[in-house]
């Protein structure tokens, strides 16, 4: 094989893997590991066979090979670079997603445990609750809709509220959040 050598000749091209894909394996793992070296010179050796290239002699065949498994192995480095910095990427989007989740979750049933708690109460302070807690009206603005005095409105908000803190007494942060939207 010290003339030219035609890459696209199946004999010799199979005598050239047999003879060679043992050493490279051996070199791209210095690279890439173990695992993940026979794949890279299976390929490198299909896309070869693919090219049928003619090399001018051995010393060109063996540079050739040799910085051929080199350059795979470090687009296989950048790949997976890219691929993990993905995948870490994904997985902050991930957890952020869980961490909305986990806080819509909580935030939904709090407000529905509190929709729940207003339910039970008294029919006025209901009323009253319902529409200042989930319609978002103002005093004056129930007091209308109710035709009630607005000092009769305080009365019943205030009166459920009273209801409410004990119903939840030790759960400050429910008690927060209901001062917080009735406030």
Request: aromatic residues 10%; glycine residues 2%.
């Amino acid at each position: 094989m010290d003339s030219v050598i035609n890459l696209g000749d199946c004999a010799v091209f199979e005598e050239i893997y047999r003879a060679y894909y043992p050493a490279l394996c051996f070199f791209a793992s210095k690279y890439v590991g173990d695992d993940e070296s026979e794949d890279i010179v299976e390929n490198l050796f299909f896309r070869i066979w693919k090219q049928k290239k003619i090399l001018l002699n051995n010393a060109h065949l063996k540079s050739f090979l040799y910085q051929s498994t080199k350059n795979a192995c470090l687009d296989f480095i950048k790949i997976q670079g890219r691929k993990d910095k993905r995948y870490a990427s994904l997985c902050l989007q991930i957890d952020a997603v869980d961490q909305d989740y986990l806080h819509n979750f909580i935030h939904t049933e709090v407000i529905a445990e509190i929709h729940r708690a207003i339910n039970q109460l008294p029919t006025q302070c209901r009323k009253v609750m319902h529409l200042e807690f989930v319609d978002g009206l103002s005093n004056e603005e129930v007091a209308k809709e109710l035709s009630l005095s607005i000092q009769t409105v305080k009365n019943h908000k205030v009166r459920a509220l009273k209801m409410l803190k004990q119903r939840f007494s030790g759960d400050m942060s429910i008690i927060a959040i209901i001062h917080f939207f009735l406030s």
